[in-house]
Every structure is written in C-alpha cells, then in structure tokens.
C-alpha cells in the first residue's frame, strides 16, 4: 500500500528546482526513447536544444524563437494570473482565435486604405475580442455558477466554427478564387504587424509580451490586487474576510487573461501567419497551459519556460528533418516534460509512505 | 535584402561544402512537408509512398527528408526554410495551406525548386504547382454508388468547401444521379483533412440517416472502420488504396499516385532541366488510380465503371459534360459541352439536384 502524505512545509529549493530538474529527466528518458527508436540519442537531444540555438543556421532560429515563443508568453503570463486564484481559464485557444478574427476583421475592413491609425485599432480589437470571449465564463460563473473550466473550454470549439465561417464567409479573400482564407495582411502594410527590427523575429507581439510580463510582476508583487489574487488562491475564506470581492476578482482574471490571448492572436494572424484560415489556430492555447505551470506562474518563469517549449518545438522539427524522427516521438518527449514536472511536484508537496500504516 | 543574401549564401556555401565530400559525386536533396501523420493511410500515406519511390529510382543519388504533422502557417514556413537551410535542392510541400509559405520561402531561396501541392500561386520562378484531377475519380465512384445504394441515399463527408471538394461531389451525384434518378446526397462538413474521431462520428451520422453508401473527401479509415460496423454500407477507399477494407465496405478506391512525378521532377533537378509549370493530371497520366473494383459490385455495373474509366484516360469521356444546370436552375453546360479549366479550378456552386448550401 502505498500511501501519499503532505509535507508541513515543501522545501522552497525543491519547487525552484523541480522545472529544471524534470528537463534533465526528460532528456535522459526521451533520450532513452530516441535510443530505442535506433538513433542517437546525444545527437537527437543536441538537434533539440543546440542546434537552434548555438548550430550554423542559428542566425535563422534564434528570431524564431521568439516568433514561437511571444504568444506563449503573452497567454502564459494571462492564464497565470487565473491559476494563481484558483480561476481556470482553459479556454486560451478560444480566446486567441476570437481576438485574432476581431483583430484581423478591424484591419481588413480598412482595406486597401493605408493608414498608421489601422495597427493601433486592430491591437484595440484583438484585445477587447479576446477579453470578451474570456467574459462569458467568467459572467456565467459568477452569475450562475457554472463551471468556467467546462465553459471556456467548450467554447474552443465554438471559436473554431466561428473561425471556419470568417475564413469561408464574411472575412474570405474576394480575390482567392473561392478558396477559403482571407487575405494576407503580409501584404497589407498599415495591418502588417512587420518586425521592428529586421531579422530579429522582434514583431510588436513580442514586445506586447515582454509588457505583459512586467506588468504581471509588478501587478503580483506589489499591487493590492495581485495580493488579492494569491491570497484567494491560497486561502479563499481568508480572502473573503479580507475584502476581496471573488466576483470582481473572477471578472478580472478571466477578462485579463482572455484580453492577452486575444492580442497573441491578433499579433500572429497580423504578422508570421498572415491570414484567418480554416486551420490557423495551432494549440498556443493548450500549449500556454503547460508554459504556465513549467513557469511556476511566476512572470519570469513563464518567459524561460516560453522559450523552452518554443525550443522543443523547433528543434524537434529539425530532429524531424535531419534525424528521421517521426513526429509522435518529438510529441512524446514535450509531453514528458510535464508528465516530469507534475510527477517531481507531487514528490515535493507530499512524501510517498509505504506500508499500511494507520488510516485516518 | 540583406537577409536573403545571407540565407542564399550559407545554403549555397552549405550545398558546395556537403556536396562535394564522399566520393565525389553530389547527391541530389529532395525535402518533403507533409500536413498529417505517413501513417495516416490517406493522403499523407500516398505522398510519402511518392517519396519512397524517388529514393528507390535514384538510391544514391538522392537523399531525402520529411517533416510530418506540420501545422499550416508560420511553421511549415520554418520547417520550408530549415529544409532549404539545410541544402535541398528541391521540396515538396504537400498540402494547400502551405501556399503562401511556400512562395514566401522560394522568394528567399531562389536556387532551391519549390512544388506546392493543389494551389494556384506560383509568385516566384522556383515555384511550380500540381495537383491531380480526383473528380475523374469521383465519376467512376458515383455510377458505382448509384447502382449500388439501396436507400438511395448517399452520404459524403466534405473535409472543407473548397473547389476541390465541390467538384468532386458534383462529379459523383452527376454520375450517380445518371444511373438513378432518385438519388439524394447529404453531405457531412467536418473542417478537417484528418480526424479519425470526427470522420467516425460523420459516417455514424450519415449512416443514421439511412445512407447506405458513404464517400468520404477526408483522410482516414475511421469512415471505413465505421461502415463495417453497420455491416451493409458501402465505400471507397480515399487518397489511398484502403485495401484492408476491401471485398466490403471498401468496394473500390481513388488512389492518389504521386510517385511519377515526383520522380519526374527530381530528374529534371538533377539533369537541370527543371522549369514552372502548373500540373494536372488525372487517370490518363496515371496521377488519378481507381482501385481494384471488388466482386462485391454487380459484374454489369463493374464493366460500365472500367469503360468509364478507360473513356476518362483517353480523354474520350469529360466527366462534366452537358446538359448541366447549376443548382438554382440557370444553365451551366449545354448539352456535349464540357467544362473548363477555370471554372473547375474555381467550383464553388452545386449542380442541380443536390440539396442543401455550400457553407458560405
């Protein structure tokens, strides 16, 4: 028998340690998956991280991996704030498609009148699309109590039939001969979310990242309402006899949350992606969920764990490409990283008993 | 500017530096981009057959790579360019969304040949399309499934309404509708080109609804799976063979074989010989297969489909010939006219006969 028993008081180094400890194990034991798929293994996990970042082409894949990593942040650094109260907003992808459609919508409805008061306005609508979409779980939540992580996650799919229609209907390329799809803010220039610097992979999305984080630490560490938010997430009776207003501070999290995935989404649709399509929603979402945790749900946690995943991602391409690694496997070793994280997280909060012992 | 010569001179410093060692000779690198899983026994399957067969013809003289699972957008373009980073001399992209990363990418690469499956834009010298005439395929399936359904009732799971997929449901009700006159369509739009889950549960609809043939303009063999269970439905194989289907449900297939042009198109890389072009080829060039026509369909009715076939190839037989109205009754094809290119490449109306909207 074996039994899990909480730990009075988890050791503070454990929890800074267990995001980089559960890197290291995912290296050796997706390591050991490379080796049995019958490739090397040091060479496979060098693809992975080196390669990227210090091999020939890393001129090319260093700017990716902002180009990657900036929604992850920008919607990571939403959702922490909500997991930190105890608010789950699952929703992230819904949120993102939404914002990037309103965004996406704002700037073609310009179209082809160039102006610098276009990028200002899509950013207004990404945003406020997205914070919407979140503000539906949220007033249900507080208004009827429903449960927001099955309401924002059911709304996912509603944003990706609303994005089906946009890309086949009311938002598709006059132009395209039919096909679904509108058309290429890339090469529309007052849309166009262009990188600032060339070449960098530094777009407006990144920097709307790096606000976004210090804004969430400041907002955490030194603001009354980040007090609120840690406090309800902690002891939400004490958080009541404190004042906090749980309805104002749910409305809050999720709007703020939703409000961030919007701007992700608009960012990249107005930038690397270029256009609503069937298919331009990629799972930042989902992926920002695990981003958040690997973080810590701390700002700058999320920011290394941000460019950690965005890492896995393309160096597993590479691995893809130059190694033959089939692409279940690459997913295989993303997924361990948090399968480690969670499994070294139960290991620090609680400690493994065997033996019968006494029931409580 | 400054970018692009950068990226053309590592590739070509890259192409001279790799190439040369070994024995001698340079081997020609030929990357291909797949949007699913090879497994997927459809489509992605059908391509990666392609590939295998320029390795078989050229062994030593190729080398290829492949990247699976790439998602449309700004990472197929990261996967493009790592693969001409890395020195491909020419790259497959095999899916439709890949089309404005496609040409984004050849526009930085001009020395490395591009092949974009089923789009229209070729923006750069270096970018060539092709795609196969399935709707010659769809005619043959639809005499079939006319003489053969019972109900009169033919389901069909539509991936997305693009061209391509309204063609080929207007080409099986024509040829359905032909040979029986009662028969109704339902189509099934399921926003995606692979979903096993989602397939499963579209043929499960369809099959409630009293459809005893289902066609399926999507990737897996989860329809397939699911018609065997009701036992007394028939389909076709899709994109690939689906042989482990066959006598019954699977009574016939629509084989994409993309093998000899692949093969075609290396050669005229590695002869130098290669130049845009825009490709559609059906069952003449062998692009289009029909699949063994199992002993489950009358012998009559297998005879009128292999004649149909041959008339197909021998461009004998178009399979939109007039009359033909469009769905709201105004004319499209006088009587012995037949279609034309553009309009093809276009589709976006139902023939007359079919119920229902296109999606819009």
């Known amino acids: ?360 | 500017m400054k970018f692009t010569t950068l990226m053309a001179s590592a590739a070509l410093a890259l192409g001279f530096a790799g190439g040369a060692i070994a024995d001698g000779h340079e081997k020609t690198k030929v990357g291909f981009v797949y949007v699913g899983p090879i497994g997927d026994g459809g489509w992605t399957y059908e391509h990666d057959k392609g590939r295998l067969a320029v390795e078989a013809e050229f062994g030593d003289a190729v080398e290829t790579v492949y990247v699976e699972n790439v998602a449309e957008g700004p990472d197929s373009e990261r996967v493009m360019t790592q693969m001409a980073l890395d020195g491909a001399d020419l790259i497959f992209t095999t899916s439709f969304g890949y089309m404005d990363p496609t040409n984004n990418v050849a526009a930085k690469f001009p020395d490395v040949k591009f092949e974009h499956a089923t789009g229209y834009k070729r923006l750069h010298p270096n970018v060539s399309t092709y795609s196969a005439r399935f709707y010659e395929g769809r005619a043959i399936q639809g005499h079939i499934a006319g003489n053969m359904t019972e109900s009169n009732i033919i389901g069909y799971i539509g991936s997305f309404p693009i061209p391509e997929v309204i063609r080929g449901i207007n080409s099986a009700y024509i040829h359905a509708s032909r040979v029986n006159p009662d028969v109704e369509f339902k189509v099934i739009w399921v926003y995606t080109w692979f979903d096993p889950a989602k397939e499963a549960d579209a043929a499960k609809v369809l099959i409630e609804q009293g459809a005893d043939v289902v066609l399926q303009h999507t990737d897996s063999t989860a329809p397939q799976a699911a018609a065997q269970e009701a036992g007394n439905v028939v389909t076709f194989g899709q994109a690939s063979d689906m042989g482990q289907y066959a006598p019954f449900p699977r009574v016939s297939s629509i084989i994409d074989d993309w093998a000899p042009y692949y093969i075609a198109r290396t050669k005229a890389v590695m002869d130098g010989t290669w130049e845009q072009k825009d490709t559609w080829d059906g069952i003449g060039p062998g692009m289009v297969g029909i699949g063994e026509i199992s002993d489950r369909v009358p012998a009559d009715v297998k005879a009128e489909a292999l004649a149909m076939k041959a008339a197909l190839g021998d461009g004998s037989y178009h399979a939109f010939t007039g009359p033909l109205n469009k769905q709201d009754g105004t004319p499209w094809l006088a009587e012995g006219e037949t279609a034309d290119d553009g309009t093809l490449a276009g589709m976006n109306f139902y023939v007359e006969g079919i119920e229902g909207e296109i999606p819009q």
Request: with cysteine.
């Open chain 1, 1 to 360: 028998m074996i039994r899990l028993e909480k730990r009075p008081q988890p050791s503070a180094t454990m929890s800074w340690a267990t995001p980089l400890l559960a890197v290291v194990a995912t290296m050796i034991f997706g390591g050991a998956l490379f080796a049995a798929l019958g490739k090397d293994p040091i060479e496979a996990i060098l693809t992975i991280f080196w390669e990227p970042l210090f091999g020939e082409f890393s001129f090319f894949y260093r700017p990716q991996l902002l180009i990657k990593g900036a929604p992850l942040v920008l919607i990571a650094i939403g959702l922490a704030l909500g997991f930190k109260a105890g608010i789950w907003n699952i929703g992230a992808e819904g949120q993102y498609i939404v914002g990037a459609i309103c965004g996406a919508g704002a700037g073609l409805a310009f179209y082809p009148t160039e102006s610098i008061f276009i990028f200002p306005l899509m950013i207004l609508a990404g945003a406020l699309g997205g914070c919407l979409w979140a503000l539906i779980p949220g007033f249900l939540k507080v208004r009827f109590g429903t449960n927001e992580i099955l309401v924002s996650l059911m709304l996912v799919y509603v944003a990706e039939q609303l994005l089906a229609s946009m890309s086949l209907g009311l938002l598709k390329n006059p132009e395209g001969f039919g096909f679904p799809g509108s058309r290429n803010l890339q090469q529309y220039p007052s849309a166009h979310n262009a990188e600032i610097i060339t070449n960098t992979g530094m777009h407006w999305g990144v920097v709307a990242a790096l606000i976004a984080v210090i804004f969430s630490y400041v907002l955490l560490t030194r603001h009354r309402l980040g007090f609120a938010i840690r406090v309800t997430g902690e002891a939400p009776r004490a958080a009541k006899f404190g004042g906090v207003n749980p309805a104002r501070l749910i409305l809050f999290c999720l709007g703020m949350s939703g409000l961030l995935a919007g701007l992700a989404g608009m960012f990249e649709v107005a930038g690397p992606s270029g256009q609503i399509s069937i298919d331009f929603n990629v799972g930042y979402g989902f992926t920002a969920i695990i981003v958040a945790f690997l973080g810590r749900l701390n700002p700058l946690g999320i920011v290394a764990a941000g460019l950690l995943m965005a890492l896995t991602y393309i160096g597993g391409d590479i691995a893809q490409s130059q190694l033959g690694l089939p692409a279940a496997a690459i997913q295989v070793f993303q997924g361990m990283l948090l399968f480690f994280l969670l499994a070294l997280d139960v290991l620090t909060n609680y400690r493994v008993r065997f033996g019968t012992g006494e029931v409580a």
